[in-house]
């Protein structure tokens, strides 16, 4: 199980069919899990916030949100998610592939707007609260989007492909942010390892390993990985394998210890022990709580 295929093991709201790659996934923080670790993927992620507050980070740079506030996540951008204090949060997680709106190479809108987009040489804001001048034109597309969605009736895809299209013109509207060459390199050399991570995570990853992954000396990666991800890597690659084995335990029937050996821990009381400290309760307890 990657971290994308973690993030949407949620309830389906509305769902493709056949080739058209567009999802609508209703998620809860903390209900669902206690957080989304940083990871990045080449779809375009929508996160439209419905109720409570959190915390959303994309590129490093986080955004306190809260009701109806949107997130636009472009194709490889770093993001993740995570609660606030004891606030819940419950969002829709839209996900599609901008391939779904392109058409050949000399299409205008390919040529001058996907396909930059896609190569990261256009980019956008993040943040669209409601105060944002392209919010009204945003959040009507989505909750259009959702009541085409309710029973997929026939054509349904022509309407949600022209919300989405719609959607992108709100966007096309904002003033384009500039890019941060100075946090490029680092960026890249993080999106590496944290994929390293969540590719890797059943296996046993030294710090070693991933310094070499890096091109860096052991400290100089431990220094770097704390100065961008405010966590050491050990830290981080515990927090992501136990954000899977809370969904493993609330979605299938292995034992505790299949579950601990699946996800890279061959020592079943210090894995008993972590996910304690993090859950404040042992797994099985975990288990039939949830």
Request: hydrophobic share 35%; aromatic share 14%.
């Amino acid at each position: 199980m990657n971290i994308l295929e973690y993030e949407n093991a949620q309830e389906i709201k509305f769902h493709g069919h056949g080739d058209f790659p567009f999802n609508i996934y209703l998620c809860s923080i903390p209900l669902d899990f206690s957080l989304v670790p940083a990871h990045w993927h080449n779809d375009t992620e929508i996160i439209y916030v419905k109720k409570g507050k959190g915390r959303i980070t994309v590129e490093l740079f986080p955004f306190e949100v809260s009701q109806g506030d949107i997130i636009v996540v472009l194709p490889g951008q770093l993001h993740s998610i995570q609660q606030i204090s004891d606030y819940s949060m419950e969002y829709e997680n839209i996900i599609f592939q901008l391939s779904m709106l392109m058409g050949t190479p000399d299409d205008v809108c390919t040529k001058e707007f996907f396909q930059p987009l896609m190569l990261g040489k256009v980019t956008f804001p993040n943040y669209y609260p409601a105060k944002s001048p392209q919010y009204p034109v945003l959040a009507g597309c989505l909750d259009a989007m959702d009541e085409i969605c309710r029973d997929f009736s026939s054509g349904y895809q022509l309407a949600v492909k022209g919300q989405l299209f719609s959607f992108f013109y709100g966007l096309a509207r904002s003033e384009k942010v500039p890019l941060r060459p100075q946090n490029h390199k680092s960026l890249e050399r993080l999106k590496v390892i944290l994929k390293h991570v969540e590719h890797r995570y059943q296996e046993k990853i030294s710090i070693a390993d991933a310094a070499k992954i890096c091109g860096f000396s052991k400290s100089h990666f431990m220094k770097f990985f704390k100065q961008n991800m405010n966590i050491s890597f050990t830290d981080y690659l515990n927090t992501y394998r136990l954000t899977i084995a809370a969904r493993l335990l609330t979605s299938s029937e292995d034992t505790v210890s299949r579950i601990a050996a699946e996800i890279g821990f061959d020592n079943l009381s210090y894995f008993n022990r972590i996910f304690k400290e993090k859950y404040q309760c042992t797994p099985t307890q975990f288990r039939r709580q949830t």
